[in-house]
Nanobody, 128 residues
Framework: QVQLVESGGGLVQAGDSLRLSCAAS????????MGWFRQAPGKEREFVAA????????AYAASVKGRFTISRDNPKNTVYLRMDSLKPEDTAVYYC?????????????????????WGQGTQVTVSS
């Protein structure tokens, strides 16, 4: 059974940093594109960042570019999201997503329908 488990969320002040982790189990995702999405109260889920399986390519939403960094450790089957200079508008539940290893490619993906597995989410709250 595939599981993606996020951790690292919490309550921080504006300007602070957090690092989210997403540990995958049940399958090896070292050949899969992975991504982070978020959903704020009353809003639709939106793309945050994505990374290709070989770490060559990354993609970011305009709202986080320059502040957030996505990375991965394939031997650990884990993807990370480093978030710096956090703003109150970054408050949301953050979800990790992975494409099936059966859909291997070298691309990154920015839409939720491109992903096959999702974590349960971790809350990030940024106070002003």
């Amino acid at each position: 059974q595939v599981q993606l488990v996020e951790s690292g969320g919490g309550l921080v002040q504006a300007g602070d940093s957090l690092r989210l982790s997403c540990a995958a189990s049940g399958r090896t995702f070292s050949s899969s594109a992975m991504g982070w999405f978020r959903q704020a109260p009353g809003k639709e889920r939106e793309f945050v960042a994505a990374i290709s399986w070989n770490v060559v390519t990354t993609a970011y939403a305009a709202s986080v570019k320059g502040r957030f960094t996505i990375s991965r450790d394939n031997p650990k089957n884990t993807v990370y999201l480093r978030m710096d200079s956090l703003k109150p508008e970054d408050t949301a539940v953050y979800y990790c997503a992975a494409r099936s290893p059966d859909r291997r490619s070298t691309y990154t993906y920015t839409t939720s329908d491109e992903y096959d597995y999702w974590g349960q989410g971790t809350q990030v709250t940024v106070s002003s």
